[in-house]
């Protein structure tokens, strides 16, 4: 992901030995072999978070366009971002995809995307952010803290049905959430703390939170081990997703799905995930050409059944499981994309103040 400065400083050595032997002509004529090397150019890269569904996308994508997909793992959508700011003018891929609305600005903010001329499906457009059209909706989800019921009703504990409830001594040792500085879930967390409790009383939310012995891990998948519906998970709370009932927990003695996972419905926080072509880009062609067909109505429900995302074209079907377990809360918490930006520095610094991280 680092830029190759060696590199960059022959060509741009070159360029000027070329300019002052009077070789214009030949620098015309390379830079028309590069536009029509580029036309040629039947493959695209796209980096993205490392949940991207590339088996299933990648086949499809290359039996519809005729191109040939190369996906680079970007790590989780919060790593994603700071790779593509590190690797700025020099980037990997020509596409990128999976920045959320709490972490994109960031990366655009250092002007390492690129506006193309992509058509929106109809009613994506208002999940554009304001004065930043080099975004390009993807998918949709909520960051929101989920519950195992079979354990609360096991155990005939109440459920909890807020943030506060997290902080009671009869919820003490249960909770497993994220660390925002790595992981997008732990990051909407955050902001939907911040949402709920305010600027000025979110650190002491936290504080408590700690005191009342919440475990931070490093992503997800660290978390979900922890989760009580996995196999000697001892955690029946923890952040994930709005879609996260949906998967099923286990069969009962008729082989029918279980689904045992619900959502604490007042702590989630609203998130649209963002794709981009990259300045810098070597096939901006094929960027444009793939962010087409990841609009699509087949992508978008290929997407929503295998990663359990909700789409952004209005056509696509949702899959059964989905529509039934795992819908979207109402009303979700949500901040400006632009204030999160402007304070996400400054939030994460206070967070780990008050975690002592």
Excluded at 158 to 175: G, H, I, Q, R, W
Excluded at 239 to 247: F, L, V
Aim: include cysteine; glycine fraction near 8%.
């Amino acid at each position: 992901m680092k830029k190759n400065y060696s590199a960059i400083a022959v060509l741009a050595l070159t360029a000027l030995a070329v300019s002052a032997c009077g070789a214009g002509n030949d620098q015309k004529a390379s830079a028309n072999k590069s536009a029509s090397e580029q036309k040629a150019d039947k493959s695209v890269t796209l980096i993205a978070y490392d949940s991207f569904p590339t088996k299933d996308i990648k086949p499809a994508f290359e039996k519809k366009t005729g191109y040939k997909l190369k996906v680079v793992d970007g790590g989780d959508g919060a790593e994603l971002t700071n790779k593509l700011v590190v690797s700025k003018g020099a980037p990997v891929a020509d596409v990128a995809l999976g920045m959320d609305n709490n972490v994109a600005l960031t990366a655009a903010d250092k002007d390492v995307f690129e506006k193309t001329d992509v058509k929106l499906p109809k009613g994506a457009d208002k999940y554009q952010v304001k004065g930043q059209d080099a975004l390009v909706p993807f998918d949709r989800s909520q960051y929101c803290l989920n519950l195992d019921q079979k354990w609360f009703k096991d155990k005939g504990k109440a459920e909890p049905t807020s943030f506060e409830d997290l902080t009671k001594p009869e919820y003490k040792n249960l909770v497993v959430v994220e660390d925002p500085r790595k992981s997008t879930p732990g990051m909407g967390l955050l902001t939907a703390t911040i949402a709920d409790r305010g600027e000025n009383a979110f650190a002491d939310y936290w504080k408590k939170l700690k005191d009342n012995g919440v475990e931070v891990t490093g992503g997800w998948t660290d978390a979900f081990a922890k989760f009580s519906t996995s196999e000697g998970g001892t955690k029946p709370v923890m952040a994930g997703y709005a879609s996260s009932p949906a998967y099923p927990t286990g069969k009962d003695d008729a082989g029918k799905d279980v689904f045992n996972m619900k959502n604490v419905d007042s702590t989630c926080y609203a998130a649209v995930e963002y794709m981009s072509a990259l300045k810098g880009a070597k096939n901006t062609e094929g960027a444009k050409v793939l962010m087409d067909y990841l609009l699509s109505k087949d992508a978008q429900e290929l997407v929503s059944k295998v990663n359990y995302m909700y789409p952004v074209n209005s056509q696509a079907q949702l899959p059964k499981d989905l529509a039934e377990h795992g819908a979207e809360v109402k009303d979700a918490l949500n901040i400006d994309p632009k204030k999160v930006a402007d304070n996400r520095t400054a939030w994460l610094k206070t967070w780990a103040d008050a975690m002592g991280m």
